[in-house]
């Protein structure tokens, strides 16, 4: 606990913009529920009791799950995904984008607490914007009309943004990041990616979109479908109790 409150006294920036994104993240996913309730003409508290026991709950899952990580060939051993945002897609369409930026952030902040940060908190920063990139599009699309087809649209459309902003976030932020936190020249790194893969060129557009775009698309698209698979039969035993 205390090498993680040094480190973060150590990264003030990066803690900072931490902070903003998240309260950033939950301001849009608040505003979107509360137009929602407002055009259902319901009253019904955003999170009740509930719902916030199984938020708690669905994030240590998710944090449990965020160790077992999946590499993938086409990519830097760097790169590798993991299932922990199913747990978060089942809050988020359960409970709405407020619980679905709530449970991917206690899963960031269990992750700390358990294993620490060994990137300075750029990756986690990385891992909580990346995730609600994915979450936020497909939750608040399903709650405005809970059906299936929707969720579906949802989960496609969360699928090609995370794509999109991970891929864009990766080589703006990401990897520059990286290469000032640990001294190693971007250069050394891309070249890890063309060791792996020939599509990436030498430089850093070729590097994301051969090595990132993929990995994004592809975790996307299994989350997905392991959603739509597990939440209809489970839903009814996470609302129990709601109205």
């Known amino acids: 606990m205390n090498d993680l409150f040094q480190t973060a006294g150590e990264n003030i ?6 902070g903003l994104t998240i309260i950033s993240l939950f301001a849009i996913a608040y505003v979107s529920q509360k137009i ?3 055009r259902e003409e319901t009253k019904e508290r955003i999170l009740n009791t509930r719902a916030l026991a199984i938020i708690g709950m669905f994030s240590a899952v998710a944090a449990v799950v965020m160790l077992f990580e999946v590499p993938l060939p086409f990519a830097p051993s760097f790169y590798k995904f993991d299932f922990s945002e199913i747990p978060v897609m089942i809050c988020a369409f359960a409970f709405g984008p407020v619980a679905g930026v709530m449970t991917e952030f206690l899963k960031i902040v269990l992750k700390l607490l358990f294993k620490g940060t060994t ?3 750029v990756g986690d920063l990385a891992n909580f914007a990346v995730g609600c990139s994915y979450m936020l599009p497909a939750a608040i699309i399903y709650s405005f009309n809970k059906k299936k087809k929707t969720a579906i649209v949802g989960c496609v459309i969360g699928t090609l943004v995370m794509t999109v902003f991970g891929t864009a976030f990766n080589a703006v932020y990401l990897l520059p990041a990286f290469s000032k936190l640990f001294g190693m020249p971007l250069d050394v790194i891309i070249e890890m990616g063309s060791k792996v893969n020939p599509m990436v060129k030498g430089d850093i557009i070729s590097f994301v979109i051969a090595c990132v775009a ?3 698309l592809i975790k996307g698209t299994v ?3 392991i959603t739509m698979l597990i939440y209809k039969p489970i839903s009814p035993l996470i609302k129990k109790g709601r109205r």
């Open 223 to 225: 989350v997905s479908i």
């Open 119 to 121: 990137t300075a908190f």
């Open 214 to 216: 993929p990995l994004n």
């Open 13 to 18: 920036p990066t803690v900072a913009g931490f």
């Open 36 to 38: 929602q309730k407002k």
